[in-house]
């Protein structure tokens, strides 16, 4: 056999063998709503699960398309929204996606679609076993914890205590923000705004502060806590009993 024939048969093998070493394959399915009867919400969407077999291990990862349609005749404030994602080779992915309004300017009125944030993990790597057999691949959301503007809920109370907390923390950061500076002046304002927060949710808020007080200066920083502290408070009255967790 000639020396380049070999070499062709001898490349044509390890491609071979590369083939049945490592396997990738993708699956999109539709996203099934397997929200409580009631839901204020009707979820819609797409999930990409891929999958790379390379000798035992497989990795393994998904992206989605979500949106929510307030169905209700109420306005959102938040939502807790429970993803579970199969895979064609049995591993389970779970995800929580979180969606609160209370700072931002807007809501979810009755018939907004509002689009869901994006699976934010990276892929994750198992070892196979021996067991290698595909099962229908599917994925499943739910709403888990809605809460409206008027206060009601619809929903597990446990599953809106993270937010109730977070909100109670930003609330009274933001009012000892303001009152420093009423009662104590702006430089006073401005050590106690870059003094590190324990919430690391909270001190991503302030962050936001800060850097309008390093761009534009402290009087802008000092206007827009106090925007948010209103609305807040405005948010607050609305809910009734404060809206927040102690």
Request: net charge negative; glycine share 8%.
């Amino acid at each position: 056999m000639k020396i380049k024939e070999l070499q062709s048969l001898l490349c044509a093998v390890l491609v071979l063998l590369s083939g049945e070493a490592s396997l990738a394959q993708t699956t999109t399915v539709q996203l099934q709503d397997i929200s409580a009867v009631g839901s204020p919400l009707d979820i819609t969407g797409t999930v990409t699960m891929s999958e790379q077999i390379n000798a035992d291990t497989l990795t393994y990862s998904f992206e989605d398309r979500i949106s929510a349609r307030n169905i209700s005749d109420k306005t959102i404030l938040t939502m807790v929204l429970w993803v579970e994602v199969f895979y064609p080779h049995g591993q389970i992915e779970r995800d929580v996606r979180q969606y609160e309004c209370f700072l931002a300017p807007d809501v979810i009125a009755p018939g907004q679609v509002e689009p869901i944030a994006k699976h934010g993990g990276g892929a994750t790597v198992v070892r196979l076993g021996a067991e290698r057999d595909s099962v229908p691949a599917r994925a499943e959301i739910r709403a888990m914890y809605v809460q409206f503007l008027d206060g009601s809920v619809f929903g597990l109370p446990q599953f809106g205590e993270d937010i109730l907390r977070l909100r109670h923390e930003t609330f009274v950061t933001l009012k000892r923000l303001d009152e420093t500076y009423e009662h104590r002046g702006e430089d006073a304002f401005l050590n106690l705004l870059n003094e590190p927060v324990e919430s690391a949710e909270v001190d991503n808020l302030l962050d936001n502060v800060r850097y309008t007080a390093t761009k534009f200066g402290s009087q802008d920083a000092i206007g827009k806590v106090k925007r948010m502290l209103a609305l807040a408070e405005e948010r607050r009255r609305l809910i009734g009993g404060g809206g927040t967790k102690n």
